[in-house]
């Protein structure tokens, strides 16, 4: 791909994240001073909605069943009397032992009353429980009775400054309570606080310019590293750029899955998986096609058909891997922290290839920090911010997360690669190999006379037949040692009769 018509392509992408990003903010901030000057409640006739979290108890026979973190989605609808409102209230449960796994926020608890609009009003309210989520008491749904207390917080009282801080204006509603089954011999007792979805928003809207940044950055990254395309190609590991394009795959799809299922803030989620869909199918599928025809040659200069079966043969293998991971994430949710942890070693596969082969990467260093510490920001977030918008509120909380342990043994982990990745460059690509692991290597120092006026094809000097630092190939064609070490550099094939060669130890 021409060089302007990438930046022509990278200015496009920014403009419709740009703006993309600001109709949502733009939007919502319209939508919060209409509420702001209506109030949290809606006086037009429309219904509205809020979400409270909290924590909550269940007994049973005067004993504590479990105990744990209460989610909780409540709607009203106005009617002809000012002071009654219909209302309606999903629960879902959290138990605390289960709080490091992953939860989807699925309700358990249903619940439909007359609220009373007092200034401590009360809602009287009847409901079920999802036998499909609620597995306490068997596959039938339980009858429920429910009292619940609607607790104003004012200007004048305490609670005021701690909402206020966190940038919460007027009148807001906390809500205790008790919930009974007494068919099914339970009750169940909580507290919740109001969720500040305009705070939320913002952070989402913050959130998603950030990670679009990171992308952004990323794609730079690609095409400056894509521009080095000589025969140093082929030494770049097939599995490293792989690992990464599945990994940007899996965000693209986990990001517009999560806005599909929440319905919340779907543009700033779907312009996240936008790019991530871009990087991972534009460019670093581009690049395994670059490094593939580099090995290859041969191959694809047999024709548009050897080409064809070629790139198939690599789509079906990178896709078929990209639905089977898929697959294994959906049913591995609660390890996903693990997962990602896994996805974080894609330095690996180059490192493995290099002392194998015995061969320096052709990976710039400005790649390697590049790629190393703008993969390491996001996970870093999701697992060591214990304020991010995955707690619970409306995207789900992450299995683990907050855990500083996690983070440090990440950046250990990433640390250690790119470590790795410059020690070879330095003292060599087999540098930590000790000698009885080495691998068979060729004598380039072995002896072979050489008949007087031979000349090294490289730098057209004529060689000494008593000179040390001569090497001869295996294809039996004698250079300098520095001379072919520095064409190997270019290309792994004789100057002379175009045999592959073996590394030179």
């Given at each position: 791909?021409?060089?302007?018509?990438?930046?022509?392509?990278?200015?496009?992408?920014?403009?419709?994240?740009?703006?993309?990003?600001?109709?949502?903010?733009?939007?919502?901030?319209?939508?919060?001073?209409?509420?702001?000057?209506?109030?949290?409640?809606?006086?037009?006739?429309?219904?509205?909605?809020?979400?409270?979290?909290?924590?909550?108890?269940?007994?049973?026979?005067g004993s504590i069943l479990q105990?744990?973190?209460?989610?909780?989605?409540?709607?009203?609808?106005?009617?002809?009397?000012?002071?009654?409102?219909?209302?309606?209230?999903?629960?879902?449960?959290?138990?605390?032992?289960?709080?490091?796994?992953?939860?989807n926020l699925q309700p358990d608890?249903?619940?439909?009353?007359?609220?009373?609009?007092?200034?401590?009003?009360?809602?009287?309210?009847?409901?079920?429980?999802?036998?499909?989520?609620?597995?306490?008491?068997?596959?039938?749904?339980?009858?429920?009775?429910?009292?619940?207390?609607?607790?104003?917080?004012?200007?004048?009282?305490?609670?005021?400054?701690?909402?206020?801080?966190?940038?919460?204006?007027?009148?807001?509603?906390?809500?205790?309570?008790?919930?009974?089954?007494?068919?099914?011999?339970?009750s169940l007792r909580f507290e919740?606080?109001?969720?500040?979805?305009?705070?939320?928003?913002?952070?989402?809207?913050?959130?998603?310019?950030?990670?679009?940044?990171?992308?952004?950055?990323?794609?730079?990254?690609?095409?400056?590293?894509?521009?080095?395309?000589?025969?140093?190609?082929?030494?770049?590991?097939?599995?490293?750029?792989?690992?990464?394009?599945?990994?940007?795959?899996?965000?693209?799809?986990?990001?517009?899955?999560?806005?599909?299922?929440?319905?919340?803030?779907?543009?700033?989620?779907?312009?996240?998986?936008?790019?991530?869909?871009?990087?991972?199918?534009?460019?670093?599928?581009?690049?395994?096609?670059?490094?593939?025809?580099?090995?290859?040659?041969?191959?694809?200069?047999?024709?548009?058909?050897?080409?064809?079966?070629?790139?198939?043969?690599?789509?079906?293998?990178?896709?078929?891997?990209?639905?089977?991971?898929?697959?294994?994430?959906?049913?591995?949710?609660?390890?996903?922290?693990?997962?990602?942890?896994?996805?974080?070693?894609?330095?690996?596969?180059?490192?493995?290839?290099?002392?194998?082969?015995?061969?320096?990467?052709?990976?710039?260093?400005?790649?390697?920090?590049?790629?190393?510490?703008?993969?390491?920001?996001?996970?870093?977030?999701?697992?060591?911010?214990?304020?991010?918008?995955?707690?619970?509120?409306?995207?789900?909380?992450?299995?683990?997360?907050?855990?500083?342990?996690?983070?440090?043994?990440?950046?250990?982990?990433?640390?250690?690669?790119?470590?790795?990745?410059?020690?070879?460059?330095?003292?060599?690509?087999?540098?930590?190999?000790?000698?009885?692991?080495?691998?068979?290597?060729?004598?380039?120092?072995?002896?072979?006379?050489?008949?007087?006026?031979?000349?090294?094809?490289?730098?057209?000097?004529?060689?000494?037949?008593?000179?040390?630092?001569?090497?001869?190939?295996?294809?039996?064609?004698?250079?300098?040692?520095?001379?072919?070490?520095?064409?190997?550099?270019?290309?792994?094939?004789?100057?002379?009769?175009?045999?592959?060669?073996?590394?030179?130890?």
């Amino acid at each position: 791909m021409p060089e302007g018509r990438c930046d022509l392509v990278l200015l496009g992408w920014t403009a419709f994240i740009s703006f993309s990003l600001a109709s949502d903010y733009f939007w919502g901030r319209a939508g919060q001073e209409a509420d702001d000057k209506n109030g949290l409640g809606n006086t037009q006739g429309m219904p509205s909605s809020n979400i409270y979290t909290g924590t909550y108890t269940m007994e049973s026979n005067g004993s504590i069943l479990q105990e744990g973190r209460l989610r909780m989605l409540m709607g009203n609808q106005p009617t002809s009397l000012m002071s009654v409102h219909l209302s309606a209230a999903s629960m879902s449960l959290v138990p605390k032992e289960s709080r490091r796994g992953y939860h989807n926020l699925q309700p358990d608890l249903f619940l439909t009353g007359v609220e009373f609009m007092q200034a401590n009003g009360r809602l009287i309210a009847t409901g079920t429980t999802d036998p499909r989520n609620f597995h306490s008491f068997g596959n039938r749904a339980c009858s429920l009775s429910a009292s619940l207390d609607m607790h104003q917080v004012g200007e004048d009282s305490k609670a005021f400054s701690k909402h206020h801080r966190r940038g919460v204006h007027g009148s807001m509603p906390d809500i205790s309570g008790q919930v009974s089954a007494v068919e099914c011999g339970f009750s169940l007792r909580f507290e919740t606080m109001l969720v500040n979805t305009a705070l939320l928003s913002q952070k989402v809207i913050h959130y998603s310019i950030w990670v679009n940044l990171l992308c952004i950055f990323q794609i730079s990254c690609f095409l400056s590293q894509m521009k080095e395309d000589g025969p140093e190609v082929s030494k770049v590991s097939m599995a490293c750029i792989g690992l990464q394009a599945l990994t940007d795959a899996f965000d693209s799809f986990l990001h517009m899955a999560l806005g599909l299922s929440t319905q919340y803030m779907f543009n700033s989620l779907a312009v996240i998986a936008f790019v991530k869909f871009l990087l991972f199918s534009f460019l670093e599928a581009r690049y395994l096609l670059i490094i593939l025809r580099h090995r290859r040659h041969e191959q694809f200069a047999q024709g548009w058909e050897v080409v064809r079966r070629e790139v198939s043969q690599l789509y079906t293998q990178f896709y078929g891997a990209l639905l089977i991971g898929m697959m294994i994430i959906y049913q591995s949710l609660e390890h996903l922290d693990f997962i990602v942890m896994l996805l974080q070693a894609y330095w690996v596969p180059q490192i493995l290839r290099d002392a194998w082969y015995g061969s320096r990467s052709c990976l710039k260093t400005s790649f390697i920090w590049g790629i190393s510490l703008s993969r390491l920001l996001l996970p870093l977030y999701l697992w060591g911010c214990p304020k991010s918008i995955f707690r619970g509120d409306i995207y789900p909380r992450l299995p683990g997360a907050p855990s500083s342990r996690w983070c440090l043994f990440l950046l250990l982990a990433q640390a250690t690669q790119v470590g790795m990745l410059l020690l070879q460059r330095r003292y060599g690509p087999r540098f930590f190999v000790p000698w009885a692991c080495m691998p068979w290597a060729y004598n380039y120092g072995r002896f072979m006379a050489i008949e007087p006026g031979t000349e090294c094809v490289i730098c057209m000097v004529e060689l000494n037949p008593e000179d040390g630092t001569r090497c001869v190939t295996p294809c039996n064609h004698a250079f300098h040692k520095a001379c072919l070490e520095q064409w190997m550099e270019v290309k792994m094939e004789c100057p002379t009769c175009r045999a592959e060669l073996p590394p030179i130890m």
